[in-house]
């Protein structure tokens, strides 16, 4: 099977694992035995992909806990550090798949 085959049933099995479930890119790479980074990619082009079907991706943005600013909803990496207060006590983004209503 090649790589790209493996991504795509990969991603494919990403449904599964997040439906109603939100997790970090962390918690899924440990899940799947991947690296963070290929995960966030698996799942960036999954959300493209997902347009044509009955569900779609959502993020819950990370977030700073010192001062709770709030960082974009399209970031699945979590930040080094704040830029209101450069804290680095920050929360990692969620992710889940939701079916489309």
Same mark, same amino acid.
């Given at each position: 099977?090649?790589?790209?085959?493996?991504?795509?049933?990969?991603?494919?099995?990403?449904?599964? @694992?997040l $439906?109603?479930?939100?997790?970090?890119?962390?918690?899924? +790479? *440990?899940?799947? %035995?991947?690296?963070?980074?290929?995960?966030?990619?698996?799942?960036?082009?999954?959300?493209?992909? @997902?347009? $044509?079907?009955?569900?779609?991706?959502?993020?819950?943005? +990370? *977030?700073?806990? %010192?001062?709770?600013f709030?960082?974009?909803?399209?970031?699945?990496?979590?930040?080094?550090?704040?830029?209101?207060?450069?804290?680095?006590?920050?929360?990692?983004?969620?992710?889940?798949?939701?079916?489309?209503?």
């Amino acid at each position: 099977m090649t790589q790209a085959n493996s991504h795509r049933m990969f991603r494919k099995d990403l449904i599964d @694992l997040l $439906h109603d479930k939100p997790m970090s890119v962390t918690q899924i +790479a *440990r899940l799947v %035995k991947e690296s963070p980074d290929d995960v966030a990619d698996d799942l960036e082009h999954l959300f493209l992909s @997902l347009k $044509h079907t009955e569900y779609s991706g959502a993020i819950t943005p +990370a *977030r700073c806990r %010192k001062c709770g600013f709030e960082f974009a909803e399209d970031k699945l990496r979590k930040p080094s550090k704040c830029p209101a207060c450069r804290g680095t006590w920050l929360t990692e983004p969620r992710v889940s798949i939701e079916r489309k209503t």
